[in-house]
Nanobody
Framework: VQLVESGGGSVQPGGSLRLSCAAS????????MGWFRQAPGKEREGVAA???????LYADSVKSRFAISRDKVKNSLYLQMNNLKPEDTANYFC????????????????WGRGTQVTVSS
């Protein structure tokens, strides 16, 4: 199983980034997918998740600014991040879970290594 994130970088406040996650080694279409982040000194938190029928879940802090999507043909996951704020600075991880009766933050057993997002002026 591999989850490989890309698209991170440095951006000024108010800017945008699009993260991508390439998945392989499992039946992607049967898994719920999520984006999580962890800032230095803080616990990992859920950012956005997407279910089998594209239902979505967002953290309150990113609603209306971030959008998660998935491509079941390309086995890819995306996170469009707009109006970025300094508090969005973190390492962003892609994750997968087969526990997909409803979209949630729990049960993720496959993880990528992360991509760093830094928001600073």
């Amino acid at each position: 199983v591999q989850l490989v994130e890309s698209g991170g970088g440095s951006v000024q406040p108010g800017g945008s980034l699009r993260l991508s996650c390439a998945a392989s080694g499992f039946t992607y279409s049967s898994y719920c997918m999520g984006w999580f982040r962890q800032a230095p000194g803080k616990e990992r938190e859920g950012v956005a998740a997407i279910g089998l029928e594209d239902s979505t879940l967002y953290a309150d802090s990113v609603k209306s600014r971030f959008a998660i999507s998935r491509d079941k043909v390309k086995n890819s996951l995306y996170l469009q991040m707009n109006n970025l704020k300094p508090e969005d600075t973190a390492n962003y991880f892609c994750a997968a879970t087969p526990a997909c009766s409803s979209v949630s933050w729990i049960g993720y057993n496959y993880w990528g290594r992360g991509t760093q997002v830094t928001v600073s002026s």
